[in-house]
């Protein structure tokens, strides 16, 4: 595969930089993180190419772009407590580590939750914790969260993730069907969501645990 350095420094500067995320904490981020550990072995030539790629069990690690745009949406501050729905791969578990203080992540397939927690503890995350069990409860023996990141699309927002964000926290979230969803931010202003809607995206389905 390509030397990892000198392809995240392509990636962000020709994929993220250049598309006009400008965040340096994330940019910062996305230059440390070893994108290519989180990518299984067939696919990791292609680590850093902005597209995603199969991880096992029917999901994806998301492409560069999308990750940065959700990452600079919820302007994470170094002491915040975050909540990630969905941890895959365990990349973007990664780079909230790298932002925030705490992170708390749930992942509905075991396998794949244990997989992300061997490559976050090899690589020395220790502020991370990840949960196998159903996303679209949330966490709330943990919360109130100041931010939550949702890698998987439902088809409203769920009520317990909003129940779990403090006032003045932030969610981003895909929202929609299978073939047409638009990735919302939601800011709780005096106990009420406020929604701004970002831009289309696609990612697999927010599925509960009882279907």
Do not use: C, W
Request: overall charge negative.
């Amino acid at each position: 595969m390509p030397d990892p350095i000198i392809a995240r420094q392509f990636m962000v500067d020709s994929q993220l930089r250049a598309r006009g995320i400008s965040d340096p904490r994330v940019l910062d981020a996305m230059l440390r993180v070893p994108r290519h550990e989180f990518v299984p072995e067939p696919y990791r030539a292609h680590a850093y190419e902005d597209h995603p790629l199969p991880i096992g069990d029917g999901q994806t690690i998301s492409q560069p772009y999308i990750v940065a745009l959700m990452l600079e949406s919820l302007q994470l501050a170094p002491n915040d407590k975050v909540l990630e729905i969905g941890t895959g791969s365990g990349y973007v578990t990664a780079l909230l580590a790298e932002l925030a203080a705490q992170v708390f992540s749930i992942e509905r397939h075991a396998a794949l939750a244990e997989n992300a927690r061997n490559v976050l503890t090899a690589l020395g995350y220790a502020n991370v914790q990840v949960i196998t069990g159903d996303g679209t409860l949330g966490l709330p023996t943990a919360a109130p969260f100041d931010a939550i990141l949702v890698s998987a699309a439902a088809p409203d927002l769920p009520s317990a993730l909003l129940a779990q964000l403090r006032d003045g926290g932030r969610m981003i979230i895909p929202v929609g069907s299978e073939n047409s969803q638009q990735l919302q931010f939601i800011r709780m202003v005096n106990g009420r969501p406020v929604i701004s809607i970002r831009e289309a995206v696609r990612f697999v389905p927010l599925v509960p645990n009882h279907e």
